[in-house]
């Protein structure tokens, strides 16, 4: 056995006590949602168990977190969902799967847990900011994303209501939303302020029309290399929280990373985020004290050209993750009150005499 290795054996066994009586930090609720309907490629439904295989769980308790890992959700499936005026697809399943998020996310979130929901695709969002909102109805949200997701389902060219979910939650664009099946239980609950983009470069017609004329703050690739990331941040939460403190919803798609950094996403768009950005961004909503929900979303395990390509993604959903809930860039580690005494004294001068 080496010196290191007995060192470090030593240095455990003196910390254990320490260790054993440190309070977790906080406290922190895993929901998966293994739902693909919101988009037509299969393969993001397995997001969950990639990312939880990916040592999730461990690395959320070495940093102090109590974790409570609810499972996947058991989602409905409905039989011959069709199309909504012939071109919105599933939307009793979209709108179904968000109920029973929504519910899950307000249990967990009533708790006093800060909630990580995984998904999934982005639809997930409408049923995880509104279960936030009915326990915090003053929410704020910082959406971190390539592309907008604000169009109508009278603006859509997909069709895909992965690409809809922001129409859902604001309150300003209610009359211009048809009534979806499957979506009779959602209510709007932000307003056009309550929302910042942060990493935009693929932006639909109607999207540009809405973040235009509704008055919504957002920061494109092209406004990050202008400001910088640490000037946007402080843009971004001077504008949700500087005139009142509320809680804060972070959703965010691994497709605002650039595809080198996040390959196994259905919808990558060159020009993203890079590692170091995308983790800023966390860290900067995680040391306002007032993050309470983050959103993970549309990692697509199916979709990574080799296994190296899937595994930087994955893991790069669990930085995302760990920022957000505590870790920071001096080491992922837990916090300890005090140095360990040693159980003995050294030998004294008068025994080392004896030796020589």
Same mark, same amino acid.
Request: charged share 20%; hydrophobic share 35%.
């Given at each position: ?40 490629? +299969?393969? *993001?439904?397995?997001?969950p ?22 499972? &996947?959700? =058991? ?14 697809r599933?939307?009793? !399943? ?11 996310? !307000?249990q ?7 909630? *990580? ?11 995880s *900011? ?12 910082? $959406? ?11 603006? +859509?060219? +997909? ?41 935009l470069r693929?932006? &639909? ?14 920061? !494109?690739?092209?406004?990050? &290399?202008?400001?910088?990331?640490q =000037?946007?941040m402080?843009?971004?939460?001077d504008h949700l929280?500087?005139? =009142? ?5 972070? +959703?965010? &798609? ?12 259905g ?21 306002t ?43 992922a ?6 140095l360990p ?6 030998e ?6 004896? $030796?020589?």
């Open positions: 056995m080496s010196a290191r290795t007995r060192f470090f054996q030593l240095f455990r066994h003196q910390l254990k006590p320490t260790l054993q009586h440190q309070r977790f930090s906080h406290s922190v609720t895993i929901i998966g949602a293994p739902f693909s309907k919101g988009q037509e490629k +299969s393969g *993001v439904e397995h997001g168990h990639y990312i939880r295989n990916a040592g999730l769980r461990e690395r959320l308790v070495g940093l102090g977190c109590g974790v409570h890992d609810c499972g &996947d959700l =058991k989602l409905p499936h409905i039989a011959d969902d069709e199309c909504y005026n012939n071109y919105i599933f939307p009793r !399943s979209v709108g179904l799967a968000n109920q029973k998020l929504a519910k899950a996310v !307000s967990a979130i009533a708790a006093g847990h800060t909630c *990580v929901t995984l998904g999934g695709d982005h639809s997930l969002a409408v049923g *900011v509104q279960g936030h909102a009915h326990q915090c109805p003053d929410i704020c949200v910082i $959406w971190v994303d390539a592309h907008a997701d604000i169009n109508t389902p009278l603006t +859509s060219p +997909s069709g895909n209501l992965h690409g809809q979910p922001v129409s859902f939650l604001l309150r300003e664009l209610q009359d211009k939303m048809p009534e979806i099946p499957g979506f009779d239980w959602s209510k709007p609950c932000l307003n056009s302020t309550d929302i910042v983009y942060i990493g693929d932006i &639909d017609p109607g999207e540009y029309y809405i973040l235009k004329n509704y008055g919504i703050q957002y920061f !494109s690739m092209r406004d990050i &290399d202008r400001l910088g990331i =000037k946007v402080e843009m971004t939460l929280i500087a005139r =009142k403190q509320r809680s804060i919803h972070l +959703s965010f &798609d691994i497709d605002a990373f650039d595809p080198t950094v996040a390959p196994a996403t919808t990558p768009a060159s020009g993203g985020l890079t590692y170091r950005e995308g983790i800023y961004i966390t860290e900067e909503a995680r040391n004290g007032m993050l309470t929900a983050v959103d993970l979303v549309e990692v697509n395990p199916m979709l990574g050209t080799t296994a190296s390509a899937v595994n930087a993604t994955v893991k790069l959903a669990v930085d995302v993750i760990a920022f957000s809930v505590g870790q920071t860039r001096e080491g580690h837990c916090a300890i009150d005090e005494i040693p159980e003995k004294t050294y004294s001068s008068e025994q080392y005499e004896a $030796w020589l």
